[in-house]
Every structure is written in C-alpha cells, then in structure tokens.
C-alpha cells in the first residue's frame, strides 16, 4: 500500500519532462506504442524456445516450475522474465537512439511486449528498421462511451438465490474496471456494509496508490486495488493537476457509477436532493473491485494509457476486465481487430480473464460499432421498465410529459406562468439570448414571478454544462417562483435528457414539439396592451404533476436508439466481418448508480452521492458483474464459455411475450422504432438466471483467435508483430470460429459452418430447431443427439442462397434438451449470391 512517494515521484519526474521537451515537442515530437519481438510474459510458455533468454534464469515457484501465473512481490531470483523484458527494451532504445532526446511511458511486459515512448516520427521510423521492433503504430485517444436492475433482471429470486444471496454474489472474483478512478469513501465500497465479512482473494496481487487525494486506507477487503496511468496525456501537455488529479481518485463520476453498477454493495440507500428512491445494489454485490484510472474529465484519455492499465489489471490477476470506453476513430490497417488495444485484450482471454466492453454510443446507423474483436464481449444498452416521469397540466386541458426528479404543486391548484424573458427589471435587455435560461436572480423582477411558475429555456449550454438546472432553481427560489418549467431550445436534438433532481416543483419538456405546444398556448394567453404591446397579464396557467414515484412498464427491454449497431465492420473501407455485434444487450438508460463527491461530469448530480445517467457505458457493468456470478459457480470457465453462458440463454422478447423493439433515430425514437433484429440486440437481452445454467456451451481458445487472425488476407506480419507467432498452415474463416452465433456476410452460393458443443449439465438429449434466414436454405446434422456431463458434440450447418440479395435477413437455431435447457444462437447472411446458369 505505501506506494505515494513513487507515484509523487512519477508525476514530478513527467513534469519536469514536459517543460524540459518543450523545444522537442515543436519537432513534432509524439507518442507512439512500440511492441518487440519476445513474447510477454502471458504467452512465455508458448514462445519460450524461441528465446535466446535462457530458461535457468527465469523466476521459477516453490516446484521449480517455470512460474507465469504467480508473480512474487519479493523475488529474489537473479533476474525476472519481466526485468529481462524491461531492460531488453531499455537496451534497444539506449542503442538505436543514442544521444538522442526521447522518453520512455511505460513497459508493457504482460500481456503484450513492448513500451509507450515520446519520440518523433524520424526516430520512430528509425526504430522501425531494428530487427527487435515488430510494430510501431501512433497513440490514439478513447473516450468514456440502480436501484431496481437487479430485479428486473431476476436476480433477488434468481442468481443471487443459487449464489447464497446477495451477501454471497460474486465472492471471491475480482472485477477490474479501466475507468475515471473511483471515490472510495462512498458506501457502495465499504468492507463493513455486507454481513458477510469480505476476505481479499489470494491470486489478486494488485496495490493502492496513496496520494494526498487517494490516502492510505482508501483501499479495503471490498476495494482491493486501486491506480492511475497518465503519462501520455502528461507529456502531450493537455493533463491539468488541478482538475484530473494524478491519483485514483474520481474528479468525474463516470468511475465510480460503472463500478457500482458491477459490484457495488447491497441495500444502499439513493438518497438525492433530499428525495429517497429506493436502496441499491451491483450485479454482484459481494465481488471484489480493483480499478485502473486511465479516462479523465477534461481529455478522456489515451490507449497509450488505457494498454498500460490492461497489462497491470491483467498482471494483478482480476478476473474480469470491465471497459466502458471505447476508440474515437476505427483502427486503421487491414483489419479493426489489429489495435493495441484489442490485441492486448486478446492477451488478456488467453490469461482467463473475461473482457467486457461497452458497444458505443454512436447508434443507431449499421455498422456504428466501436468494439469490434470476437475475443471481447461487446454490450448494446437497452430500457429497462423503470422510469421517471412528471408532467404538466396547461390551462386548456392538454397534459405534456416532462422529465424531473421532483415533487409537483399542490394537487388541485394552478399557477400563472410566467417565462424569465418577460420578468426582467426595467435595465435589462431581454435580446440577451442567454437570459431566457434563468441562471442569475439578478436580472430578475420578483414582482412578476413571486408565486407563480418561472418558464425557463433549456439550452445546447446546459448539455455543454455552461448552464445548469441547479443554477436556475436558486434564481427561482431567490425570485420566490413555486416551480420552475423548462421548455426544449429548437437547437437541442440528439441529447438524452435524463430525469434532474430537483428540490422544488420543476419539470424539462424534452420533446422540441411538445415544447412547441407549450409555448403557443403560454404565447397566445398572454394579454398585451394594444397600443404599447406591453403585457397587461400573464394568462396561461399550469400545475405540476411530481415524479419522484417510478412508472412501470411492460414493453421492455428495447434498443436505445444511441446503442451502437452491426455488422461488425472488418475494416476501414466497411466490409462486413463474419462476426456478431453486439453480443448481448442489458439496461443501459436511465440507471441509478454511486456518484463522486468529486465528480463533475453532470452538472445537475453535483454533491450527490448518487446519479441516473445513460449510455453503453452503464449496459457493460451489468455484464460484468452478471459474468461474476457465473465466474463464482464455474471458476473453471474459460472467458468463451462465459460469453457463451452469456449468450445463449439470452431472451428476445420483452415483458409481455412480445419480440424486443430497437429505436431507429435521435428525434422522437419511440415513433421509428420496429422489431429488433442481432445486428441491433446481439443474442438478444442477458437472463442472468439462466446464465448460470446454461446446459450447452460454445468454447474458444487463444489458438482459435489466432487462426482466425491468421486466416485474414495478408495479414501474417501484422500477426507476428503482435503476438511473436508465425501463423502456420491452419487457419480458420470467422464464421468457423466457434461462437455462439453465426454471422456469414457474404453467402456465395454454399457453405458449410461447423460448431462444438460441449455439456455442463447433466446427461440430456436435444432436438435442433431452426428458423432460416430469408433467401437461404439451411440444414442441421444431426438434428438430435444425446451427450454426456463434460462430452463434446459436433453439429454442421449447410447454407445455400435461393435468391440474389444484399440485404441481411436473420434466422435461429434451437437446442431443446429433454431436461428443460434451450440453447439459442441468432444466424445472420447479409449477402447472398445464387448460382445461376
């Protein structure tokens, strides 16, 4: 734990370097990842005759076998395979840039080989030509992508049962998550608030950075480990101290939302602007929590720091990796999948560890997705059948929906509304564009206003955070206003605009064309002076109806329309990839989770401990907290049969029985909406229950991904260059990789797609049912089969196109075992092309 005077010294020596390359920077000066060679340590045993590194000196354990796994703190051996690595690297810089002005970010020794260095493009491309280097590519930036989810997910009468409860969910995992940090005073991380005594887990090696900010005994049994990786953003000049902070603390909020959705603790109570809404929990309430900080407010973040964050969760031995980030551009090169971030996670699988990522918010087009290899588990958001809603009551009868965490006005009474613009004192101009939005009491005549409700405008500068809620509820309560109306600026479209907390009476309209209503009824009631135009009276009169009480609804889950979509693209020039993306949905919108008291990325939860806020990045932890509770019966899954369990006991339809809806376009979503097909929901919405009985799984190895790596076209060197392997005769197309879904983009007449089936279950026979997809003809062989506890069944597809189309058409196939299991897959051909004469 007593790390502080190496991180101070860290952060001190990354300034000093930053005013010292000042100079250097204007020689074009940047970061770039640099992987070598020699393989990592996760892949030692593979490559280690390749080495000229001899074995006697690598560390070994207590059995004088060669120890990759374990990793002595205090190692006293004469030289670890890390250290090799390491000084390996420091080597071959020292040598091809000598007495040359360069700085090395980090060693990446883990799960890839390599380091982060500033240098120029010159020295870049003479490191290049050195027979150790096998890639040099550019760093690139990322960007951050409840109280009820548990239940609506089953889980109090569900999983949490079959785990022993909730005090019981999850124990002894460890989920990692690349995020803001967290805030580790928030009760979603006390060790003491379970029954059930946390107990750290013996293969979790990780540390806790002590800053002035993160001091010691911010980490406990629940929060096990905590650090932060900055050096890219440092030497790149765009950190600032005072507002990202050099330590794991959480300045934004996003950190600690996402890891209290995974595994935060049971029974919390949501207390917000003084409102109570209920007590939460994570997914898996009694798992471990390690975080890795490389995302912050002001920048998001580099993947310099986002792979240098990977290798340490990976090397600390976590057993999930949860990452609701996602890329600012698709990967160039010949493939998405050839990034050094996906190629690190690719590691990471090999390692065992299950690898979360959040799809994107960048829907509802196809082929929006920001996540793209088939070795990472990718989250689509959706609905879940909680909401908050108020409204409010106009003069004329008509009743408009409204957004707000907050109480109503006294039931039966109206009040006169009076908008910001038509209540200014006599030297304030009201052409002022911003004054409309309520934000300084000043400029304000409480004559007009005392009493009655302040119509406000709701503006882009509140999505920006230049305005805010908070701000227009002080004016109204210093102009004496019972409530404040907000209606929709014309320029806001595209935002979701998530309950507010708020004090007072107070509602958002967040519809341009409710707002529209709105104003014409407030306009039309008012009464001007004929000759002056003056207004005489306010006329239009409301009443607010408060939304602090949920709604519930049946028609859920469904696609949010800013979920990203498949097909997966392959490449920059958008093939499609025989892929399935996203791999499941799960709630994503509109999701109670811990807040900072640091954090600043919503203005309007400020000095909360709590916030409701939207994205994929809310729909991943889900996954990975559910991934737990499967990680906690199974420990011997692998990562594939994780993401199997995952998948295959999803469910396509909704509360009442009826398929799940997506959500097509930004304005008015719910009016474009239709059934939703694989390329919007994956597998369809996770079953957490069912997750943990899954009868039938879909396994993959490492050698799988790389075969599959291998078998796209020219891709060889790129290979080596990430994985220190040849690719060798074998290879494998991505619809043969042994997924639980089968995706063909392109179906040029016939072809055949192989599957292994492997039981978990108990001895069971099946039946296979199948629906094709339109235009293709498809068989199954064998159509039933019986199979043992722990056997393997093969199972063939047969496709062939019966039409020429490129418009993707969807099937399924059904496993039905004689003792209740259903094992599902989606089947996707986008392209068919039939032979003709």
Same mark, same amino acid.
């Given at each position: 734990?007593?790390?502080?005077?190496?991180?101070?010294?860290?952060?001190?020596?990354?300034?000093?370097?930053?005013?010292?390359?000042?100079?250097?920077? @204007?020689?074009? *000066?940047? &970061?770039?990842?640099?992987?070598?060679?020699?393989?990592?340590?996760?892949?030692?045993?593979?490559?280690?005759?390749?080495?000229?590194?001899?074995?006697?000196?690598?560390?070994?354990?207590?059995?004088? &076998?060669?120890?990759?796994?374990?990793?002595?703190?205090?190692?006293?051996?004469?030289?670890?395979?890390?250290?090799?690595?390491?000084?390996?690297?420091?080597?071959?810089?020292?040598?091809?840039?000598?007495?040359?002005?360069?700085?090395?970010?980090?060693?990446?020794?883990?799960?890839?080989?390599?380091?982060?260095?500033?240098?120029?493009?010159?020295?870049?491309?003479?490191?290049?030509?050195?027979?150790?280097?096998?890639?040099?590519?550019?760093?690139?930036?990322?960007?951050?992508?409840?109280?009820?989810?548990?239940?609506?997910? %089953?889980?109090?009468?569900?999983?949490?049962?079959?785990?022993?409860?909730?005090?019981?969910?999850? @124990?002894?995992?460890?989920?990692?998550?690349?995020?803001?940090?967290?805030?580790?005073?928030?009760?979603?991380?006390?060790?003491?608030?379970?029954?059930?005594?946390?107990?750290?887990? +013996?293969?979790?090696?990780?540390?806790?950075?002590?800053?002035?900010?993160?001091?010691?005994?911010?980490?406990?049994?629940?929060?096990?480990?905590?650090?932060?990786?900055?050096?890219? /953003?440092?030497?790149?000049?765009?950190?600032?101290?005072?507002?990202?902070?050099?330590?794991?603390?959480?300045?934004?909020?996003?950190?600690?939302?996402?890891?209290?959705?995974?595994?935060?603790?049971?029974?919390?109570?949501?207390?917000?602007?003084?409102?109570?809404?209920?007590?939460?929990? %994570?997914?898996?309430?009694?798992?471990?929590?390690?975080?890795?900080?490389?995302?912050?407010?002001?920048?998001?973040?580099?993947?310099?720091? &986002?792979?240098?964050?990977?290798?340490?969760?990976?090397?600390?031995?976590?057993?999930?990796?949860?990452?609701?980030?996602?890329?600012?551009?698709?990967?160039?090169?010949?493939?998405?999948?050839?990034?050094?971030?996906?190629?690190?996670?690719?590691?990471?699988?090999?390692?065992?560890?299950?690898?979360?990522?959040?799809?994107?918010?960048?829907?509802?087009?196809?082929?929006?997705?920001?996540?793209?290899?088939?070795?990472?588990?990718?989250?689509?958001?959706?609905?879940?059948?909680?909401?908050?809603?108020?409204?409010?009551?106009?003069?004329?009868?008509?009743?408009?929906?409204?957004?707000?965490?907050?109480?109503?006005?006294?039931?039966?009474?109206?009040?006169?509304?009076?908008? /910001?613009?038509?209540?200014?004192?006599?030297?304030?101009?009201?052409?002022?564009?911003?004054?409309?939005?309520?934000?300084?009491?000043?400029?304000?005549?409480?004559?007009?206003?005392?009493?009655?409700?302040?119509?406000?405008?709701?503006?882009?500068?509140?999505?920006?955070?230049?305005?805010?809620?908070?701000?227009?509820?002080?004016?109204?309560?210093?102009?004496?206003?019972?409530?404040?109306?907000?209606?929709?600026?014309?320029?806001?479209?595209?935002?979701?605009? +998530?309950?507010?907390?708020?004090?007072?009476?107070?509602?958002?309209?967040?519809?341009?064309?409710?707002?529209?209503?709105?104003?014409?009824?407030?306009?039309?009631?008012?009464?001007?002076?004929?000759?002056?135009?003056?207004?005489?009276?306010?006329?239009?009169?409301?009443?607010?109806?408060?939304?602090?009480?949920?709604?519930?609804?049946?028609? *859920?889950?469904?696609?949010?329309?800013?979920?990203?979509?498949?097909?997966?693209? @392959?490449?920059?020039?958008?093939?499609?990839?025989?892929?399935?993306?996203?791999?499941?949905?799960?709630?994503?919108?509109?999701?109670?989770?811990?807040?900072?008291?640091?954090?600043?990325?919503?203005?309007?939860?400020?000095? @909360?401990?709590?916030?409701?806020?939207?994205?994929?990045?809310?729909?991943?932890?889900?996954?990975?907290?559910?991934?737990?509770?499967?990680?906690?019966?199974?420990?011997?899954?692998?990562?594939?049969?994780?993401?199997?369990?995952?998948?295959?006991?999803?469910?396509?339809?909704?509360?009442?029985?009826?398929?799940?809806?997506?959500?097509?376009?930004?304005?008015?979503?719910?009016?474009?909406?239709?059934?939703?097909?694989?390329?919007?929901?994956?597998?369809?919405?996770? +079953?957490?229950?069912?997750?943990?009985?899954?009868?039938?799984?879909?396994?993959?190895?490492?050698?799988?991904?790389?075969?599959?790596?291998?078998?796209?076209?020219?891709?060889?060197?790129?290979?080596?260059?990430?994985?220190?392997?040849?690719?060798?005769?074998?290879?494998?197309?991505?619809?043969?990789?042994?997924?639980?879904?089968?995706?063909?983009?392109?179906?040029?007449?016939?072809?055949?797609?192989?599957?292994?089936?492997?039981?978990?279950?108990?001895?069971?026979?099946?039946?296979?049912?199948?629906?094709?997809?339109? %235009?293709?003809?498809?068989?199954?062989?064998?159509?039933?089969?019986?199979?043992?506890?722990?056997?393997?069944?093969?199972?063939?597809? *047969?496709?062939?196109?019966?039409?020429?189309?490129?418009?993707?058409?969807?099937?399924?196939?059904?496993?039905?075992?004689?003792?209740?299991?259903?094992?599902?897959?989606?089947?996707?051909?986008?392209?068919?092309?039939?032979?003709?004469?």
């Amino acid at each position: 734990m007593g790390v502080s005077w190496r991180v101070h010294l860290q952060l001190l020596v990354l300034l000093l370097v930053a005013f010292w390359w000042e100079g250097f920077c @204007e020689e074009n *000066a940047a &970061v770039f990842i640099v992987t070598m060679k020699q393989p990592p340590a996760v892949h030692q045993n593979r490559g280690l005759e390749r080495l000229d590194f001899k074995a006697s000196r690598i560390s070994k354990g207590d059995s004088n &076998v060669l120890n990759v796994w374990k990793k002595p703190r205090n190692n006293t051996k004469p030289l670890s395979y890390k250290s090799y690595l390491i000084r390996l690297q420091n080597s071959i810089l020292r040598k091809t840039l000598r007495g040359q002005r360069y700085i090395k970010l980090y060693s990446y020794h883990y799960l890839i080989n390599g380091f982060a260095v500033l240098i120029t493009p010159q020295q870049a491309e003479k490191l290049s030509r050195r027979k150790e280097i096998t890639n040099i590519t550019p760093d690139f930036s990322v960007r951050t992508a409840t109280t009820h989810t548990p239940e609506f997910l %089953g889980l109090p009468q569900g999983a949490w049962v079959r785990e022993g409860g909730p005090q019981s969910a999850g @124990e002894g995992v460890v989920i990692g998550l690349i995020d803001t940090g967290i805030d580790p005073t928030h009760l979603s991380f006390a060790d003491g608030f379970s029954t059930n005594k946390f107990s750290v887990p +013996n293969h979790f090696s990780g540390i806790c950075e002590v800053t002035r900010d993160f001091p010691s005994g911010s980490c406990n049994r629940k929060l096990v480990g905590a650090r932060h990786f900055a050096a890219s /953003a440092i030497t790149r000049g765009v950190f600032n101290a005072s507002q990202d902070h050099a330590s794991p603390i959480d300045c934004d909020g996003h950190g600690t939302h996402t890891a209290s959705i995974a595994a935060g603790n049971n029974g919390v109570p949501v207390i917000v602007g003084g409102h109570h809404f209920g007590n939460a929990s %994570g997914m898996a309430p009694h798992a471990h929590i390690a975080v890795y900080k490389a995302l912050y407010k002001s920048f998001g973040g580099f993947a310099a720091d &986002v792979v240098a964050a990977i290798d340490q969760a990976a090397e600390d031995s976590v057993d999930i990796i949860s990452l609701s980030i996602t890329p600012n551009r698709r990967p160039p090169g010949i493939a998405t999948f050839f990034n050094p971030i996906d190629m690190a996670l690719l590691s990471a699988v090999q390692a065992g560890i299950f690898v979360v990522q959040a799809a994107g918010n960048t829907g509802p087009a196809p082929k929006s997705m920001s996540s793209f290899s088939p070795w990472i588990f990718t989250v689509g958001a959706s609905s879940h059948d909680r909401s908050y809603s108020n409204s409010l009551v106009l003069g004329n009868g008509v009743t408009i929906l409204g957004v707000g965490l907050a109480p109503g006005t006294t039931e039966d009474d109206m009040y006169t509304l009076v908008a /910001a613009t038509h209540a200014l004192k006599n030297d304030t101009k009201a052409n002022d564009m911003y004054v409309g939005e309520c934000q300084d009491p000043t400029i304000l005549d409480p004559y007009y206003i005392k009493g009655n409700l302040l119509v406000c405008s709701y503006s882009i500068r509140f999505v920006l955070g230049l305005s805010s809620v908070k701000q227009a509820l002080e004016t109204a309560k210093n102009v004496s206003a019972v409530g404040v109306v907000f209606y929709l600026d014309p320029f806001v479209i595209g935002f979701q605009l +998530n309950p507010t907390p708020m004090y007072i009476p107070g509602m958002i309209i967040p519809s341009s064309d409710d707002s529209k209503v709105f104003l014409s009824y407030y306009n039309s009631s008012l009464v001007r002076d004929d000759s002056s135009t003056k207004i005489v009276q306010f006329g239009a009169v409301a009443r607010i109806i408060g939304g602090l009480k949920p709604n519930f609804s049946n028609i *859920a889950p469904k696609v949010m329309y800013y979920s990203a979509r498949g097909p997966d693209p @392959e490449d920059t020039s958008f093939a499609n990839a025989d892929i399935l993306k996203p791999n499941v949905i799960a709630p994503g919108n509109s999701i109670w989770g811990a807040w900072s008291s640091l954090g600043l990325d919503s203005a309007e939860f400020l000095g @909360e401990s709590f916030a409701m806020i939207s994205g994929t990045s809310m729909a991943a932890p889900h996954v990975a907290g559910l991934a737990a509770l499967i990680k906690q019966k199974y420990p011997d899954f692998t990562p594939s049969a994780i993401g199997s369990a995952l998948s295959t006991t999803a469910s396509v339809f909704d509360k009442l029985g009826n398929p799940i809806y997506a959500q097509h376009t930004y304005t008015n979503p719910d009016a474009t909406e239709s059934p939703a097909t694989p390329f919007d929901m994956g597998s369809g919405f996770v +079953n957490a229950t069912a997750a943990l009985d899954p009868g039938l799984i879909f396994d993959s190895s490492y050698d799988d991904f790389f075969s599959f790596l291998c078998g796209i076209n020219g891709s060889g060197p790129v290979v080596l260059n990430y994985t220190s392997s040849n690719c060798g005769p074998s290879t494998l197309n991505a619809s043969d990789l042994n997924l639980p879904s089968i995706t063909i983009a392109v179906l040029n007449q016939t072809r055949a797609v192989t599957r292994i089936l492997k039981n978990v279950a108990t001895d069971e026979s099946y039946v296979v049912g199948f629906s094709s997809p339109y %235009g293709v003809s498809l068989s199954v062989s064998p159509d039933q089969f019986f199979i043992g506890n722990g056997q393997k069944q093969s199972i063939t597809f *047969a496709f062939n196109a019966t039409l020429n189309s490129s418009s993707a058409s969807f099937g399924k196939v059904g496993f039905y075992g004689d003792k209740g299991h259903m094992v599902i897959i989606p089947v996707s051909v986008i392209s068919k092309i039939m032979y003709s004469q």
